[in-house]
Structures are given as C-alpha cells and as structure tokens.
DNA sequence: GTGGTATTGATAATTATTCTCCATAGATAA
DNA sequence: TTATCTATGGAGAATAATTATCAATACCAC
C-alpha cells in the first residue's frame, strides 16, 4: 500500500500511515470530521485541511472510496472496489452492499447500449436496515 | 402536476409553474445555478433562495428527482422515477440510463439478502460518453 | 548529514445551500 | 367583491463542507 503511494511520487508520513490503518482497520465509513477526531488522539496538533489532503491522495490512488452524500462525504477504505453502499435513513448507518450481483451486467448492459466507458460507480440504495424495521 | 401540489397544502404559483415547465421541458439535467438564470428571463426579481424553496417542494412531491452530485446537484424532472445516471468525465454531460434493465432485479437482490427495504435510489455511473471517445 | 521537495498546520477563501424576517400574493369564506 | 388567514417571495445573512494559500517543517535520496 505504501510502495503505490511512492510510485507516485508520494511519501510516507506517520500521519498517512495512521489514517491508511484507521481506515483499513474501522468497519465503518467515516467523514472527514470522524476521521479528524480519531487521528487527534494521536496527532493532536493535525489540521482537518491534512485528512482533506490525505484523503484526495488516497483516493486518486484508488485506495478509498469516496461515498458522496448530500453535503457530507463518508469514505470506504476497505472495500475500494466499486459496491453498493445501503444508507438507513432512520439510523444513518452505511451497508456495504457487496454480495450483489447484476452489477456486472448492468455495466455490461449500460456499456452496450449507450457506448459509455464506465470508470467509476456510485450507487446508493437509501431506505430502512434491518435493524430500524422493527 | 398541480393538483398534487394542492392536495399538500401547496399553493400554485407563476414561479412553480414556470419552474415545471422548464423542468418537463429541457432535456438536459440543470442545477439551481442554471434554474435560477433560465427563470430570471421571464421573472427578473426571482430570488436564487426561491429557486431552492421550489425544488424542495417539487423533490417532497415526487415530481422532480435530485441527482446529488458533489457540491453541485442537478435536478432531473423529465424522468422522476429512479434510473441510473451516466456521467461524462470529459463533457460533464448527464445521460439518463433508462433502458436498463437489472434496476428491479438489483433492488430485489438488496432486498432479500440485506433485508434492507429500498425507498430510493441513487445510481451514478461516471465514465466517458460516446461522442468524447473519438 | 545535507539539500531539494513534498507535506503540514493555521487560517482565509470559496461555494452550494439554508435560514431569517418582513412584505406580498393566493385562497377561502362571507 | 372584500376581508382575512396563511403560504410564498425576495434580500441578504448565516451555515458548513471543502479548497486554496503560504511559510515552516519533515521526509527521503544522495
């Protein structure tokens, strides 16, 4: 992980490695803010401009997932490849959706029918979990 | 259109309708920036606020559908049923994936492995277009 | 170690969106 | 038609996430 940052021309801080293991280790998908408030507990002087920064690297290196929500992006470092993310409107709570399938071929299907190169994905799903149904 | 409105509690106005027109009308996909412009010819005093308001209520009634695009959300209201969006990397145009099929066979999937009961949906499919490919 | 360069932190700037508040216009009933 | 009640409109301030600026610092190849 951190020999692609390096081909890049990139280096390797201890502020990077902290927010690369953070969101390798975490279940859950941050914000820039969490992630802001997790990494003050070691680093307490570290600006919220540098999770900005961090993140942008990050993620043109293809390493997190930017889930972009209405105003406040969460991130996906454990998954980078693209999935379906379940978003309960009662509890807030982010799902990955993998275990999906038709993805493939609904790639397949768009890239046939409208000739478009698909780089990316995001597709969000909002309604109630499992939990808030009860 | 309208009568939706009134059962709400709404109330019809010159703006609203002038907004819906524009909005069943144009084929592209415009954010309030570009409402905004387009409705400043007929009314010069609208307000960009009005803009906003008026979006809200049409997004509240189903008549018009937000597509949540990063610190910009354009607004589709041709099509306000859920189909996915592709999105041109190069021309940042905003084509309407309808025609494709998987969408109920996706949603079911979601359904019944996660238990997850979907009540919207957000797909979006970034990539190259076919006229920015030659 | 040393030097060149990427990174950092503090803060200002930006930008889309929302809020506030008062004036106004639409609907309803007499 | 007129009076009245309430939703809506306009202007600008306020909010909040994100990005830009820039001097000081830390990383890494040599």
Known sequence: ???KLQDRGSRMTSHRLALLRIMAVSEGHP?????????R?????????????TLLVLKEDGQVFEIDMHNDSHYDGN????????IC???GDII?????????????????KYNFQIAQSQLLFYGVCQNCQS
Chains 1, 2 share one sequence.
């Open 89 to 91: 409107n009662k509890c």
């Open 79 to 86: 998954k980078p490849y693209p999935h379906p993310h379940l």
């Open 96 to 112: 990955d959706g993998d275990d999906v399938s038709f993805l493939d071929a609904i790639g397949q299907e768009i890239q046939e």
């Open 41 to 53: 507990e070691q680093f307490p002087t570290i600006s919220l401009a540098t999770i900005y920064k």
């Open 31 to 39: 914000n820039a803010a969490q992630l802001y408030e997790k990494l």
């Open 1 to 3: 992980m951190l020999t």
